[in-house]
C-alpha cells in the first residue's frame, strides 16, 4: 500500500488545513520535551510567529537511561492541549505503549512512532486501526525498505494517513549523534507515494548543524522538518545541545522561504 507502483500520485495530508506532501513543505517545531506551561505555550507562539504549521513536544519521553526525565506523561498532554488552544498549530506527540492510544486518539492531532519504536509490530497495528494522521520515525538502525515494510504495518490496518521521517542512522562516525541520510529522501520518494520529512536534530545532536541539514533536507527534496526550538537551551530537560533558539528558528524559517523559490 505504501509502494508508489500501485499509487504513482504524491499522497498529500490535509491535518487541520496543514498540509504535507505534494510541493506541501510542512515545519513542526517545537522542544524536545513539555517541561511547563509557560514554557510550551512561550515557545508555539513563536515558533508559530516564525512559520511553523504543527507544534511538536514530548510528553512520554522514551529515554536512554531509566534516571533521565522522563517526560510530564499526561500532564505534558494537557498543557500541549493549552498551547494549542493559545495558537491554533496542530499538535504531534509520542505515543510509547497500547495502553494510551484513547487518549492521545481524543487529544492529539499527529501520533509519533519514535524511533525506537518503528519495529514495535503491535503498536503499530494498534495506530494502524486509528484514523489519526501517524509520524513514522526512521529507526536508528533500520533500512529503507524495513520503515516502509513498518509504513505497511499500519496500512495493512487501515489507516493511510502516515508521514515518513528521516532522522539520522547509526554509523560509525563520532563527531556527529547519528548520520543523516540525505540519500533516503529521494529514495523513499522514489519508491512510495507518502510523505518523507527530516530531523536534523535527532540526526545532528547539535545545534548549529540544524541549519545546514536542514536546507540540505529541502534541497534533496523532503516535504517538511521536524526542527526542536528551546528558549533556553542549556536548561532544558533533554536534548538541549541539539535545540536552537526561537530566533535561531526565525532566521531558518527566513532562508528556507528564499530557497523554496529554488525547487
Ligand atoms: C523525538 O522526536 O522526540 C525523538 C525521541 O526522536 P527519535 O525517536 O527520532 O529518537
Ligand atoms: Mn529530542
Known amino acids: 500500500k505504501a509502494n508508489r507502483y500501485f499509487h504513482p500520485e504524491d499522497t498529500?495530508?490535509?491535518?487541520?488545513?496543514?498540509?504535507?506532501?505534494?510541493?506541501?513543505?510542512?515545519?513542526?517545531?517545537?522542544?524536545?520535551?513539555?517541561?511547563?506551561?509557560?514554557?510550551?505555550?512561550?515557545?508555539?507562539?513563536?515558533?508559530?510567529?516564525?512559520?511553523?504549521?504543527?507544534?511538536?513536544?514530548?510528553?512520554?519521553k522514551p529515554r536512554t537511561s531509566p534516571y533521565s526525565f522522563q517526560g510530564l506523561r499526561e500532564e505534558g498532554l494537557d498543557l500541549l492541549k493549552i498551547a494549542r488552544e493559545e495558537t491554533g498549530l496542530p499538535i504531534v506527540t509520542e505515543l510509547m505503549t497500547i495502553d494510551t492510544i484513547d487518549r492521545f486518539v481524543e487529544d492529539v492531532d499527529v501520533i509519533q512512532i519514535g524511533a525506537r519504536n518503528m519495529q514495535n509490530f503491535d503498536l503499530l497495528k494498534e495506530v494502524g486501526k486509528t484514523d489519526k494522521p501517524i509520524l513514522l520515525k526512521r529507526g536508528m538502525s533500520a533500512t529503507i525498505e524495513e520503515l516502509l515494510m513498518a509504513a505497511e504495518y499500519i496500512m495493512s490496518e487501515g489507516n493511510e494517513n502516515i508521514v515518513l521521517c528521516e532522522r539520522g542512522i547509526r554509523t560509525f562516525e563520532k563527531y556527529t549523534r547519528n548520520t543523516l541520510d540525505l540519500s533516503a529522501i529521494p529514495m523513499i520518494k522514489k519508491k512510495s507515494h507518502l510523505p518523507v520529512i527530516v530531523d536534523p536534530s535527532h540526526a545532528a545532536g547539535l545545534w548549529w548543524l540544524v541549519e545546514p541539514l536542514a536546507k540540505a533536507a529541502m534541497a534533496v527534496g523532503a516535504d517538511g522538518l521536524m526542527i526542536e526550538v528551546h528558549h533556553d537551551p542549556a536548561n532544558a530537560k533533554c536534548d538541549g545541545q541539539q535545540s536552537i533558539k526561537p530566533e535561531k528558528f526565525q532566521k531558518l524559517m527566513g532562508d528556507l522561504k528564499n530557497m523554496a523559490n529554488l525547487f
Open 12 to 60: 498529500i495530508l490535509n491535518i487541520n488545513g496543514a498540509k504535507i506532501g505534494g510541493g506541501n513543505f510542512a515545519i513542526m517545531a517545537g522542544p524536545c520535551s513539555v517541561e511547563t506551561k509557560d514554557q510550551i505555550v512561550h515557545t508555539a507562539k513563536a515558533v508559530k510567529a516564525a512559520g511553523a504549521h504543527f507544534l511538536r513536544g514530548g510528553a512520554f
